[in-house]
């Protein structure tokens, strides 16, 4: 806010030179007569005072905004304790509030008792901009403690945007530790990309002999199932077989059926160890036989240890875990290690098309310490399943890419 006082000779020069020095947008707030030069009161000569006022976005409160700004930057920069950045910017915040009150206040009284009218519009503008101001403060103090916290808890830049890309804390450490240890000149990107890659390890899954996927229940394994046996069937050209001993969920035994019926693949449902055996034996000239099982509670090892005994009947090398992508970091552990008790070998990851950050990926890897060896990212049967090569799933964990 530009605020100037004029002593003319009369009100159209007033205009002229307001209007000149501060625009069409200048108001003028009051005016009186008041007498200039002589001696002693003698000879003097009556003139008008003009004050007028213009907000002025630029040479104002701009200004001060951004003087304030680079303050509190450079108290940034300088690395200030938090208290002392923070009572700092509050009492600019103050100040800057308190001018403005005192202004408006100030004007409003000259326009009361001069009767002068003044632009409404102009005085709501003026609110409006301390509104933002204060805001914007606001929101830079929000920053720097922030900024604090993050010193204080000792993470740096890199383990934070580790842990924005959902990679578990205790990971994410151990990925900022290796890469300090790397020694080549490298960037930090890219020692952290080696790193990420260096941890993946994807098997080339051979599907062959008796292939059996285990899993919480709905992560995918029937879908799974049906998708690897479209792709075997009718790509790959091979005899397949399928079995499922998910007789548990109403319903399960009919999604499989009905994708072997299309598939015009032989279809049956295990219900005792027995069966088991006779299902397996009456498949024998199939290439690949895939194996659907029920979803377990992994907390319950009675369940998992009536699963293992179905699975051990099958005689396999081939087991995958199959678990979401969107599966929380902390029930990755517990169903990781639950299905350990059933001697999984490789992992599949389900639902990459449910999510935007895929850290969880190498936080299952991790965990199970176990190869990957398919992922899938849709509902669609048999297309949504690929392998992923570990430069294809660091640009995932990493952010540098999504699946949509
Ligand atoms: N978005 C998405 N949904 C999937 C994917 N795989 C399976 N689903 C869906 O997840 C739900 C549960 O799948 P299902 O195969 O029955 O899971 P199961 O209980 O492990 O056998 C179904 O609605 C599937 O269509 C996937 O890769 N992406
Ligand atoms: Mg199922």
């Known amino acids: 806010m530009v605020i100037k006082k004029y002593r003319v000779n009369n009100m159209t020069e007033a205009l002229t030179r307001i209007r000149y020095e501060l625009g069409k947008d ?3 707030v009051s005016q009186r007569k008041i007498r200039k030069g002589g001696i002693f009161g003698l000879f003097t000569k009556k003139i008008l005072e003009v004050t007028a006022a213009v907000e002025n976005n630029k040479n104002d409160s701009s200004k001060d905004m951004q003087e304030s700004i680079d303050a509190i930057k450079k108290l940034m920069s300088n690395k200030l304790g938090e208290e002392a950045v923070v009572s700092k910017v509050s009492t600019e915040v103050e100040k800057r509030s308190q001018d403005r009150i005192e202004i408006k206040e100030d ?6 008792s001069n009767r002068v009218i003044y632009d409404e519009n102009l005085i709501e503008r003026y609110n409006e901009k301390i509104v933002e101001e204060v805001q914007q403060m606001k929101s830079m103090i929000n920053e720097m403690m922030n900024m604090n916290n993050i010193q204080k ?8 945007k580790l842990e924005k890309c ?9 990925i900022v530790d290796k890469v300090n240890k ?25 599907l062959d002999n008796v292939v059996v996927l285990v899993g919480p229940t709905g992560v995918g394994k029937t879908t799974t199932i049906a998708k ?21 969920r109403i319903g399960a035994v009919e999604q499989l059926k009905t994708y072997a019926d299309i598939m015009n693949i032989p279809f049956k449902v295990v219900l005792s160890i027995k069966d088991m055996e006779l299902a397996i034996e009456s498949m024998k000239d199939c290439d690949v036989i895939l194996v659907d099982t029920t979803g377990r509670s992994s907390k319950n090892t009675m369940q998992i240890s009536e699963l293992r005994a179905f699975v051990d009947k099958v005689n396999t090398e081939n087991i995958h875990l199959v678990i979401s992508c969107t599966t929380k970091n902390k029930d990755i552990e517990v169903i990781v290690n639950g299905y350990k008790l059933l001697n999984y070998n490789s992992i599949i990851v389900t639902k990459l098309d449910e999510t935007s950050t895929y850290g969880s990926i190498l936080n299952i890897l991790e965990c199970a310490d176990k190869p990957i060896s398919f992922v899938t990212t849709g509902q669609n049967v048999p297309d949504d399943i690929k392998m992923m090569n570990p430069k294809e799933l660091t640009n995932l964990i990493l952010g540098e890419e999504v699946i949509c």
């Open 182 to 206: 790397i020694e080549e000149s490298k960037t930090e990107d890219e020692k952290v990309r080696e790193v990420v890659e260096d941890m993946i390890n994807v098997v080339p899954t051979k």
């Open 26 to 28: 200048a108001v003028i």
């Open 166 to 174: 959902d990679l578990n804390e205790n990971l994410a450490k151990r």
């Open 153 to 160: 808890s000792g993470k740096g830049k890199v383990q934070l």
């Open 107 to 112: 004007m409003e009284e000259k326009v009361r």
């Open 228 to 248: 690897l046996a479209g792709r075997l069937a009718l790509l790959e050209k091979k005899k397949v077989g399928l079995i499922t001993i998910d007789t548990y």
